[in-house]
Structures are given as C-alpha cells and as structure tokens.
C-alpha cells in the first residue's frame, strides 16, 4: 500500500480535489521535458511543467509478480518544446518517465505515482504517443553472452577488433537523386562490392537532417548505379548534393567475419553447435 503524505492524503479525503497529472520525460542526452494535462503551467519538484494542450494518457494497469505493465502519453507536437525531427532521429528512445499526481493550487502538494521508460513513440497529425513501459520490461532484455551460432559481438566493437576508421570499411558519397523516402542513387562507392555496406551505419553529414544515423538495408549496385536504402525515414526530405558516410556491416555469421573482414579469430559465436535439425535425425544402424 502507497503511503501517502499526510497534506496530501487530507486533500484527497475532502472530496474536493484540485489535481492535475504531470510527466516528466529525461532524454538519454539529460534534456528533461516536462508536461502537464492543467491549463495553465506548474512547478513542481523543481521542474517547470508545460501545459502545451491536447495532453492525455491512457488508463494504467498494475499488477502482481514480473509481467510488463505500463500506459500511453500523448500530447499536440510543438516546436518549442517537442520537435518531430527530434522524435523522428529517436532522441526520445529509452527515455525514463515519471508519473505525478500535483495540486494544481499548491504545487508543493504532491506525490510520484510511477516511474517509466520510454517505448514506442508514433507521431501522426501534429501529436504524438509515447508508450511508457514499466521498470519490468528491463527483465526482457538479453544480458551476458549467448549460446548461439551467430555473432553476438557489434562490427567494431573491442570484442570484434576491426577497425572501422579504415578506408576499406568507410566511405563518404554523395547522394545523386532520391527514388524514395529512405531509398536514393549515390556516388563515392563504386571502389565497393554490392552487399558491402548493407547493415552497416549511414550518417548524413550535411543537409537538412545532418547528424542523422541509421542502419542500411541494402546496398545494391545496378546497371552500374551504386542504391542505398535505409531501414528508417530521415526526419527531413533528402535532396540530391546531400553528404554522408557509410561503414561496412556484417551478417554476423561466421562465413562473413572469415571470409569478407578476415577475423575468423574474433569471431563470438558457437558456428558448429548443432541445430534443430540434428534433433530431428533419425538414428540409423552404423550411421
């Protein structure tokens, strides 16, 4: 059972309240956005909370044991305080979340209900919605090694050891004309097989969405014209003359890391640990 400051609890038990929920989002850079659904702006435990309109969240579940519980925030997108392109470029990603409950007349009345992180963002029609979820989900994530046949080190990682500053395995091109939202011809890879770069990190250096990174998708050569596309959307329309850099990706399987990156070495996975496949045999005398 929550306990309750005793101003708090008193208010609660007047039957008439003056209560207003309040978010406070912290990006994974440290930049803290703090919402509220009152009409007018708070300061609460020492954040100024924004009453930026439209601000709504869906019903809460809690419950016992480890299962995943968690709600949704959604609120009008505004430039001075929620930018799409920074929801776009996934600077909200992972973000924690806290849930408060203030006394809009005293904010110094007050009690946190629950704390979060954030999931799945979605931006639709000038709002969006944050999927908070639960400090449970962590449990979800895969921790230590993996007994499995692929790779569980990241392409230029200490673990895997390839330098990913050399000139065999980065680029800078140009983008020559954009044939769709994250699909576009280049220049500045034809030094390079097709398949080279697929999933491995695209980063625009210039242009509108400069900074921008994401994962390749394929990277595929056509007639003679060298096609990026990318796993994600930019947050701004790509233009041709647009620069970026591109390093190698790796499939993680063992044939690659031998044969593509010569690390056979470093490779960090089990390549000859038996499938299902080896369970389904059927025994066969002097077999």
């Not at 629950?114 to 962590?138: K, Q």
């Not at 399987?253 to 990156?261: E, L, Y």
Request: glycine share 12%.
């Amino acid at each position: 059972m929550r306990k309750l400051p005793e101003d708090f609890a008193a208010l609660l038990a007047s039957g008439v309240t003056t209560l207003a929920r309040c978010w406070r989002l912290t990006r994974t850079d440290g930049v803290v956005v703090a919402l509220t659904e009152h009409d007018d702006d708070l300061t609460v435990d020492g954040t100024a909370f924004r009453a930026i309109g439209g601000v709504a969240a869906a019903e809460m579940t809690a419950g016992l044991g480890f299962a995943v519980d968690g709600s949704e925030v959604s609120a009008a997108l505004t430039s001075d305080l929620l930018d799409e392109a920074d929801l776009a470029a996934g600077l909200f990603d992972g973000a924690a979340a806290e849930l408060l409950l203030a006394d809009w007349s005293a904010p110094t009345r007050f009690v946190l209900l629950r704390r979060f992180h954030v999931g799945e963002v979605r931006r639709e029609d000038g709002a969006f919605t944050a999927e908070l979820r639960s400090p449970a989900d962590r449990l979800n994530e895969i921790r230590g090694r993996r007994f499995t046949s692929a790779c569980d080190a990241d392409l230029g990682d200490a673990r895997c050891g390839i330098d990913l500053t050399l000139a065999a395995y980065r680029a800078a091109g140009t983008v020559l004309a954009v044939e769709g939202a994250s699909l576009m011809a280049v220049s500045g890879l034809a030094a390079f097989a097709s398949g080279w770069f697929g999933a491995g990190r695209f980063v625009l250096a210039s242009g509108p969405a400069a900074g921008f990174a994401c994962e390749v998708k394929t990277h595929r050569i056509e007639a003679g014209t060298v096609r990026i596309e990318l796993w994600q959307r930019p947050p701004e329309t790509l233009a041709a003359g647009d620069g970026f850099v591109v390093t190698a990706g790796c499939d993680k399987s063992f044939a690659t890391c031998r044969d593509r990156f010569g690390n056979g070495r470093n490779f960090r996975g089990c390549p000859h640990m038996p499938g299902n496949d080896r369970i389904l045999q059927i025994a066969r005398a002097g077999g």
